[in-house]
């Protein structure tokens, strides 16, 4: 993985209020595994990769995150996945199971963000984000982030950045009177 390309992606959600300090965590697949950000790290200087097998131990300075990724890679053919925290994202996943945007964009590239549960670096967690990204490229972790797969980093932050705008935009619609 291009470290230079992961910096790129790292520094446009950062600035865009996506992840904040070190939150936050991309991976691209191998052909034995993926390339995960290191635990801790900061996505916009993330410092050395690691390589995690498809089975078998994990470097313990891998992202806390790595058991999502993995399942994610077991169960579809994403070759990248960025997890991130964009905030009105992850209020809007509180008290229902699919957030639906209603901005043009939003319909248009992502007309339905599934909510799943799970908490933070489980095994549920793993599961819940693969079953849900098997059936729309980006998923939301109830309370708590993201998941984007898609064919690049590059896909995976578009459909980050853009589920904030379409939250944003359900967050300050007027109510319809009709």
């Not at 995690?52 to 790595?66: D, H, M």
């Not at 599961?127 to 990204?133: F, P, Q, W």
Request: aromatic fraction near 8%.
């Amino acid at each position: 993985m291009n470290k230079h390309y992961v910096i790129q992606i790292g520094q446009r959600l950062f600035q865009e209020g996506l992840v904040a300090g070190n939150c936050g965590n991309m991976s691209t697949r191998s052909p034995s595994g993926f390339w995960i950000t290191r635990s801790e790290s900061y996505l916009d200087q993330p410092g050395d990769l690691v390589f995690c097998p498809i089975q078998g131990a994990v470097p313990r300075t891998a992202s806390s995150e790595y058991k999502v990724h993995r399942e994610v890679y077991q169960r579809t053919s994403y070759q990248a996945i960025v997890h991130a925290h964009p905030p009105h994202t992850v209020a809007l996943s509180f008290g229902t199971d699919e957030v639906t945007p209603v901005d043009t964009k939003g319909k248009f590239l992502c007309p339905a963000i599934p909510v799943v549960t799970g908490e933070q670096g489980t095994e549920e967690l793993a599961a819940s984000v693969a079953s849900g990204l098997q059936h729309a490229p980006l998923v939301i972790a109830r309370g708590h982030g993201t998941f984007a797969a898609g064919a690049s980093l590059e896909q995976g932050y578009l459909l980050t950045s853009l589920a904030e705008y379409s939250s944003k935009i359900l967050l300050m619609r007027v109510p319809d009177k009709r």
